[in-house]
């Protein structure tokens, strides 16, 4: 057998082995070890703060060039890279190539559009109120950044984070999720031959109770991006704010998408079964909560399960296939143990739900359906996280934006209709931070902003050049030439 490889975490511009490691497993066959991973400890992501805090002064005086050409480089170099990477990505998470491809592209673009936001800036200057006096509003960088990503898009998010982070000037702690540490490190093995100054940007691959809990707790990290559980997210604002820092959090989404009797049927069909089921279901922005309205609800089922029936779950490197596997069993157990739930509350399984065996072992299941339920059953109100979306019915319009309006979560919500009345009250009143009309809940561009309201976020948002809200601090500065 060969030797499996071994990665370490890059701290103060050196590669530093781990208190301990991890192995990362492809969930398509589990019998195929991708690495081991260092998993530092807590005094290794305090070391990783303090060359992130020690870079700092050079990073935050670098010009917008020399920031442009850092972030430029990645970004080309992950174009060129896009099918070696986008096959990592696949291979350690389990979502299709052809979406790890994409998932890779888009890591570019975002590297490729905070390299242009260098150049950008982001002051300005007015004229005071006070004559001969001028007012310079000043964006500068908040200092070290401690970003801390999930599982589901292993290089997109850390791109959306790391890239905005840079391009501001703050200089860097990164932790990855403990099952994706590939892209990561592929990443910050990029990162590590560019110019950037040593320690302004820092891997530090290791658990959440200690590595994301380091810099969930140390004062010299002044601002925090998390994108994770529901849980966890609420403890670290809370932790954050007792200690002033700067704390953005993309959390959960239980996300509505409204089907009405008017609804094109294919372009509702589309969308209900790549928001829901695509990249396996495990998307915060996956419409998991279908509402549809009477009149074309039996024959909206019906496409979909047709639909979903032509779907090939296999190894996500597999050709052919569809949908991938669950990441690892504990989300495959949560999915299974979210089905049984609705069933039990009066849901009925219109399809799907299995665990299925294939050439390898993984964890494979089929995208499920459950019809027949309410908005107030469990699987109405918890993210699930997985390929299962249950169908609500409605009377007409009204009820369906209350009923879509009816949760704790606000991140996606969409509506399939042709009628441009709906849409535009749709558009206004639906209670989330991101509007789809006629589209899949998920599947966002890259240059604009990505947030939710209500229990699915917290703090400024991310990408576009709303993400320098988070990632600059403001000075306003007065100056009479005297
Ligand atoms: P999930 O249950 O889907 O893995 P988590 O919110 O636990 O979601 O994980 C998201 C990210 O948060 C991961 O990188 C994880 O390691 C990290 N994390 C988990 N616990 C903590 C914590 N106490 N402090 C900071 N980060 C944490």
């Known amino acids: 057998m060969s030797q499996i490889p071994e990665f370490k975490n890059h701290i103060a511009g050196e590669w530093v082995a781990g208190a301990d490691q991890r192995p990362n497993i492809n969930p398509s066959d589990t019998d195929d070890v991708i690495g081991l991973y260092a998993q530092a400890d807590a005094a290794q992501a305090e070391a990783a703060i303090a060359a992130a805090q020690a870079a700092f002064p050079a990073w935050a005086a670098s010009t917008p060039q020399?920031?442009?050409?850092?972030?430029?480089?990645?970004?080309?170099?992950?174009?060129?890279?896009?099918?070696?990477?986008?096959?990592?990505?696949?291979?350690?998470?389990?979502?299709?190539?052809?979406?790890?491809?994409?998932?890779?592209?888009?890591?570019?673009?975002?590297?490729?559009?905070?390299?242009?936001?260098?150049?950008?800036?982001?002051?300005?200057?007015?004229?005071?109120?006070?004559?001969?006096?001028?007012?310079?509003?000043?964006?500068?960088?908040?200092?070290?950044?401690?970003?801390?990503?999930?599982?589901?898009?292993?290089?997109?998010?850390?791109?959306?984070?790391?890239?905005?982070?840079?391009?501001?000037?703050?200089?860097?702690?990164?932790?990855?999720?403990?099952?994706?540490?590939?892209?990561?490190?592929?990443?910050?093995?990029?990162?590590?031959?560019?110019?950037?100054?040593?320690?302004?940007?820092?891997?530090?691959?290791?658990?959440?109770s200690q590595v994301g809990q380091a810099l969930v707790d140390s004062p010299r990290v002044r601002a925090l991006s998390f994108t994770g559980s529901v849980a966890t997210g609420r403890r670290l604002i809370a932790a954050?704010?007792?200690?002033?820092?700067?704390?953005?959090?993309?959390?959960?989404?239980?996300?509505?998408?409204?089907?009405?009797?008017?609804?094109?049927?294919?372009?509702?069909?589309?969308?209900?079964?790549?928001s829901a089921f695509f990249s396996t279901g495990q998307r915060c922005t996956a419409s998991s909560r279908i509402i549809v309205t009477d009149g074309i609800h039996d024959r909206f089922v019906e496409a979909v399960v047709a639909k979903m029936k032509t779907l090939k779950v296999d190894h996500a490197l597999k050709a052919g296939t569809d949908i991938g596997p669950v990441v690892d069993q504990r989300q495959l157990d949560q999915n299974l143990r979210y089905i049984d739930i609705a069933r039990r509350e009066g849901g009925t399984l219109a399809f799907g739900g299995e665990v299925v065996e294939r050439e390898t072992r993984g964890f494979f299941q089929v995208p499920a359906l459950i019809t027949g339920t309410t908005n107030a059953m469990t699987i109405s109100r918890e993210e699930v996280f997985g390929p299962v979306a249950n169908v609500v019915r409605a009377g007409d319009y009204d009820e369906a934006l209350a009923l879509a309006n009816d949760t704790e979560f606000g991140l996606s919500a969409g509506i399939c209709t042709q009628s441009l009345?709906?849409?535009?009250?749709?558009?206004?009143?639906a209670q989330a931070g991101m509007v789809m009309v006629n589209l899949p809940t998920a599947g966002v561009d890259y240059h604009v902003p990505f947030g939710g309201t209500k229990g699915s976020s917290y703090g400024p948002r991310e990408q576009g050049s709303h993400a320098r809200e988070f990632y600059t601090t403001v000075k306003t500065a007065y100056t009479f030439p005297g």
């Open 66 to 208: 020399q920031r442009f050409d850092v972030l430029d480089a990645v970004g080309s170099e992950l174009l060129a890279r896009r099918e070696e990477i986008g096959r990592l990505l696949s291979r350690e998470e389990g979502k299709t190539l052809a979406e790890g491809v994409g998932e890779t592209h888009r890591a570019a673009m975002i590297f490729k559009f905070f390299a242009a936001e260098a150049l950008r800036g982001g002051g300005e200057t007015l004229a005071s109120v006070r004559p001969g006096v001028s007012v310079d509003v000043l964006r500068q960088p908040v200092g070290v950044v401690g970003l801390i990503a999930p599982w589901n898009f292993p290089i997109a998010i850390p791109a959306w984070k790391i890239a905005p982070a840079l391009a501001h000037g703050n200089t860097v702690v990164f932790k990855p999720a403990e099952l994706v540490p590939g892209c990561a490190w592929t990443l910050a093995e990029i990162l590590s031959r560019t110019a950037l100054p040593k320690g302004a940007f820092n891997l530090v691959m290791g658990a959440g």
């Open 240 to 274: 954050a704010a007792a200690r002033q820092a700067k704390v953005q959090a993309e959390m959960g989404g239980k996300n509505p998408l409204v089907v009405l009797d008017d609804a094109d049927l294919g372009v509702a069909v589309n969308a209900a079964v790549q």
């Open 421 to 429: 009345k709906h849409a535009a009250h749709f558009k206004l009143h």
